[in-house]
């Protein structure tokens, strides 16, 4: 099965950059669809209607920058945005949840939003983050890809898949030339969940490129032939 990816979605500031990022996933042969967290149900069964028309054609106008009419899309209805978006990759059985950098992220750093810090606290489904201005560019080539990892988690084994698939190299650390981070939970993180280390987060803080978090033990496999998008 290809690997899975749900892109959080809702057409604020610096949604686009997810959605590219998404789309660097999709050429290393994912599976992508998006999503927007509705927060209530509108008593008024007209307004119900209208709100949730709303919703979906605002996840049209996600199709339309992703590029596919075929991308799945899911509107889903609840209080908290990072809980709607864990029970939806639960069900659909994600592999990865992405998210732009916070709204006042400085352009091209990344900023870890409530949302995605919230699933970064024990969640099961790893995270991507793009950094602010991705989709402005008009390829995200990615051509080094560096591992942050203790030898022991699933981030090297990780990197190495993304870097087949999407022709890239793997190397050890990050310079110039990196175009995206692919960074292992700490050590005494129970299996298959997230917790980031002090050290990791500041990496993470600092980067200029996408960026990658995987549950502990956990290694992301990519076909490098892009999967068939489901409507």
């Not at 899975?4 to 290393?28: H, M, P």
């Not at 028309?53 to 199709?63: T, V």
């Not at 087949?164 to 030339?177: F, I, K």
Request: glycine share 8%; charged share 20%; aromatic share 4%.
């Amino acid at each position: 099965m290809a690997t899975k990816i749900i892109v959080s979605y809702d057409g604020t500031a610096n949604e686009n950059d997810a959605i590219a990022l998404g789309r660097v996933f999709a050429r290393a042969g994912t599976e992508v669809a998006l999503a927007y967290v509705r927060h209530t149900h509108e008593p008024d069964r007209n307004r119900e209607t209208l709100v949730q028309s709303e919703a979906h054609e605002l996840l049209e106008r996600g199709a339309a920058v992703f590029g596919s009419a075929e991308i799945a899309r899911h509107v889903v209805t609840d209080r908290s945005t990072p809980e709607g978006l864990r029970a939806l990759a639960e069900r659909e059985r994600a592999d990865v949840i992405a998210f732009c950098s916070d709204s006042h992220t400085a352009h091209g750093h990344i900023t870890i939003g409530n949302s995605a810090e919230r699933l970064l606290e024990g969640g099961t489904t790893a995270i991507a983050i793009a950094p602010v201005g991705l989709s402005e560019q008009p390829v995200a080539e990615i051509h080094q890809i560096v591992a942050v990892s203790d030898g022991e988690g699933g981030a090297r084994e990780t990197a190495r898949s993304l870097a087949s698939a999407l022709g890239a190299t793997v190397a050890p650390v990050a310079d110039g030339e990196t175009d995206m981070l692919v960074v292992d939970s700490r050590a005494d993180s129970d299996p298959g969940h997230i917790w980031l280390s002090a050290s990791a987060r500041h990496v993470v803080e600092i980067a200029r490129y996408p960026v990658l978090i995987v549950p502990r033990g956990v290694a992301l496999s990519f076909s490098g032939v892009a999967a068939a998008l489901s409507a």
